[in-house]
Structures are given as C-alpha cells and as structure tokens.
Antibody
C-alpha cells in the first residue's frame, strides 16, 4: 500500500521558518520526482515545488522562490520543504505528492493527507 | 505561465443526470512527444486530490467508466454520464507540460 506521511506543520509568526517532511512508502522513492502542492483555507490547489529523482533539478512557483527550498534524502527516503521568511499568505495545507511514480503519466499520482501551516501573529 | 480556466465554478446535479465541466488553457498542452499533458482531479471533502483522467481522455486506475474526458490543444471537457452521490467534491484541471504547473480554479459539484 502506498503512503505519504507529511509532518512539520504548525503555527509560526510572519518572518519565521518551518521545515516540512514527507516520508513515503509503497513505491520506489529514489526513482520518482516529488512535489509539494498547497491549498489555502477554502481555496484551490497551487503547485509549489518539484525535485528530480536525484535532487539535481528543482523548480519553484515564483511566489516562493528565494524563500522555500525543496530537497530530498534518498537514503532516508524523505522529502523536505524548508520554508523561510514565511508570510501570512503562505498559510495552507501542504501536500506531498509523487510525480509520475506510477509510470502511467506525468502527473501527481500519489498524495499524502497534508500538513497545515498557519502563519499568524 | 499557462492559465487554466474552468467553467462553471459550481454545478448542482440530480443523481442519474449528466454533468459537464470545461477547462481552457492559455497555451496548447500538446507536447512534441505527441502527448497532451492535461489532467482532471477530484478532491472529495476532507481528502487530498485524486487523479481521475490523464492525458485528456484516459481514466486512471479504479475510475468508474461514467467519467470521460475529451478535447485537444487548449479546450477540454470532463463529462460524468450519470452523476452519483459519491461524485461530490471539487474538480480541478491541471497541466504539466511546463513549469510552473498550474491548476484551474476548481468546479464544485453538488447533488440536488
């Protein structure tokens, strides 16, 4: 059974930092691109960042460039999102998702349940 | 950036009746490899999204055959032939032909 378990969310003040983690199981993590997608309360989905299998390529939405860093540790089978200089509009549920892991198509195919990040003073 | 525009934004349907959602992209999603990188997702209440249709018209594993996708280039449609109660939620279209990957605004489907 495939599982992706996110952790690290919580309440943080504007300007603060958080590090999200995602631990997947049930598929070959080291052979899969990985992604973070977020959803602000009551709003739609927004792709945040993606990282290649070996970590050599990383892509970000403009609104987080220079503040967020996606990374992975294939030995530990873990995905991370380091979030610095957090703003109120970063408040959202952050989902970890695989990208093309099923080898069916280039889409977000496996998803975690998400972790809530609240940025507020 | 590619803008994905969905219509309508909400839909109320009687069980057993059909439903249709449109999505238009600001650029063609047809890649030089011949594939069209367009997808439909459903987010049921309290759950993460799940992929329903991949590459315009292919049902993902486990998706009922009452769901179908059509379209090409920049215009796409999701059709549910006979809506059931379990189909409620928000439907999103999405493109992965180029970064930043983008979603439509979402279409909320409710049952009458």
């Amino acid at each position: 059974e495939v599982q992706l378990v996110e952790s690290g969310g919580g309440l943080v003040q504007p300007g603060g930092s958080l590090r999200l983690s995602c631990v997947p199981s049930g598929f070959t993590f080291s052979s899969s691109w990985m992604t973070w997608v977020r959803q602000a309360p009551g709003k739609g989905l927004e792709w945040v960042a993606s990282v290649k299998e070996d970590g050599s390529e990383k892509y970000y939405v403009d609104s987080v460039k220079g503040r967020f860093t996606i990374s992975r540790d294939n030995a530990k089978k873990s995905l991370y999102l380091q979030m610095n200089s957090l703003r109120v509009d970063d408040t959202a549920i952050y989902y970890c998702a695989s990208l093309g892991a099923t080898r069916i198509s280039w889409c977000f195919d496996y998803w975690g349940q998400g972790t809530l990040v609240t940025v507020s003073s | 950036d590619i803008v994905m525009t969905q219509t309508p934004l909400s839909l109320s349907v009687t069980p057993g009746q059909p439903a249709s959602i449109s999505c238009k992209s600001s650029q063609s999603l047809l890649h030089s490899d011949g594939k069209t990188y367009f997808y439909w997702y459903l987010q049921k209440p309290g759950q993460p999204p799940q992929v329903m249709i991949y590459e315009v018209s292919n049902r993902f594993s486990g998706v009922p055959d009452r769901f179908s996708g059509s379209g090409a280039g920049t215009d796409f449609t999701l059709t549910i032939s006979r809506v059931e109660a379990e189909d409620v939620g928000v439907y999103y279209c999405m493109q992965t032909i180029q970064f930043p990957y983008t979603f439509g605004q979402g279409t909320k489907l409710e049952i009458k």
